[in-house]
């Protein structure tokens, strides 16, 4: 069976991804396999790499960065710090200014993050701005001592936004900081440590609350972002057990009983993800998944199955396009996350796209 973000893959970029990013879908698969095999789950660095990713984006929006560039950015920003693995958590944590010594044991994480990705053909580009997150626009970064427009637009730009994402999260070691002094630290940096042009248009995206700051989870909508979530079930208790665990101020939810009302909320308006039942009081779960294909072509499609009947739905799996199932009963927490993760994934999609 094919592996899930496989197919998720496949359903939301198939057939465009050439003509927009000049990637291959072989090239995507693998070089999400590598992303999704990377980023752990429910760490500090997950939630870190999406927001810088996020950031990155909106920056690269604002400065006109040509839109086959996105992919790139996307991969680099997700994985600036994917060579963290190598340097030892006293370094990584340290509160205070690093010894040479210690400096000298930090700049190998960028080029540890370059040496991993290099290799991997699709992430040729992205690992060079893996390599440059660290450079200094006056010359006194690392690993190789660039100055200015020596170092690439992309990496210019994650090293603004990485910097602010970690002055406005929480540390084991120190408190967040302020957004207004966050920013305040990001000016005095104007010149010296940061391109100057991409410091002022960060800035003013930050002061016109272009962009979200948030902090502490893989919570990274973008203000005008409110994923739509249509669920559809026919049992009263099923449905408001999915009421309660899926309404969020995060999402817009609307519950409905039949496939028929799922269809005309996804022909009123753009939905982000579909949950149905087994069975709504018209027609199978499955068929009004199959019918959203065509109003919905990029929407998450979620399937309540019950435990022994898994066997039976999973038949129906291509067909319908699902990504995955739930299973009922199920766990809150598997849950919430289970769709967080699909938002964001379906987001990082439609950022791809030049979204
Ligand atoms: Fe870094």
Same mark, same amino acid.
């Given at each position: 069976m094919e592996e899930d973000g496989v197919r998720f893959l496949k359903e939301s970029v198939g057939g465009t991804c050439r003509a927009d990013h000049g990637l291959t879908l072989e090239e995507l698969e693998a070089v999400f396999a590598l992303v999704?095999?990377?980023?752990?789950?429910?760490?500090?660095?997950?939630?870190?790499?999406?927001?810088?990713?996020?950031?990155?984006?909106?920056l690269a929006r604002r400065v006109g960065l040509p839109r086959k560039m996105f992919p790139h950015l996307v991969f680099g920003s997700?994985?600036?710090?994917?060579?963290?693995?190598?340097?030892?958590d006293h370094i990584l944590q340290k509160p205070g200014a690093l010894t040479p010594d210690q400096m000298r044991l930090m700049g190998l994480h960028s080029e540890r993050g370059h040496t991993i990705t290099r290799c991997v053909g699709p992430l040729e580009v @992205?690992? =060079? %701005?893996?390599?440059?997150?660290?450079?200094?626009?006056?010359?006194?970064?690392?690993?190789?001592? $660039?100055?200015e427009e020596e170092i690439h637009l992309c990496s210019r730009i994650i090293?603004?936004?990485?910097?602010?994402?970690?002055?406005?999260?929480?540390?084991?070691?120190?408190?967040?900081?302020?957004?207004?002094?966050?920013?305040g630290v990001i000016r005095s940096g104007r010149?010296?440590?940061?391109?100057?042009?991409?410091?002022?248009?960060?800035?003013?995206?930050?002061?016109?609350?272009?962009?979200s700051v948030r902090e502490g989870g @893989?919570? =990274? %909508?973008?203000?005008?972002?409110?994923?739509?979530?249509?669920?559809?079930?026919?049992?009263?208790? $099923?449905?408001?057990?999915?009421t309660r665990t899926l309404s969020s101020p995060a999402s817009q939810l609307s519950v409905?009983?039949?496939g028929e009302e799922v269809l005309t909320l996804l022909a009123a308006g753009p939905v982000e993800m579909i949950l149905v039942g087994e069975t709504l009081t018209d027609m199978s779960g499955a068929e009004c998944l199959v019918m959203s294909r065509e109003f919905a072509p990029h929407a998450v499609r979620l399937m309540l199955c019950p435990f022994n009947r898994l066997e039976a739905l999973v038949a129906q799996r291509e067909q319908a396009g699902i990504y995955r199932f739930v299973l009922v009963p199920w766990h809150e927490r598997e849950f919430k996350e289970l769709v967080e993760e699909a938002l964001v994934w379906r987001q990082i999609y439609a950022a791809m796209r030049g979204g």
């Open positions: 999704r095999a990377i980023l752990p789950r429910d760490s500090v660095t997950r939630g870190h790499s999406l927001r810088v990713m996020d950031y990155a984006l909106a997700l994985l600036h710090d994917c060579g963290k693995g190598g340097v030892s @992205a690992s =060079l %701005f893996i390599r440059q997150h660290h450079e200094r626009w006056d010359g006194l970064g690392y690993p190789d001592g $660039l100055s090293s603004i936004v990485d910097v602010f994402d970690a002055l406005t999260s929480h540390r084991p070691y120190r408190k967040r900081m302020p957004v207004q002094a966050a920013m010149g010296s440590r940061f391109d100057p042009d991409l410091t002022d248009l960060f800035l003013t995206l930050l002061r016109e609350k272009m962009v @893989a919570r =990274l %909508f973008r203000p005008w972002f409110t994923p739509s979530i249509v669920v559809a079930e026919a049992d009263g208790p $099923l449905r408001r057990g999915l409905v009983r039949s």
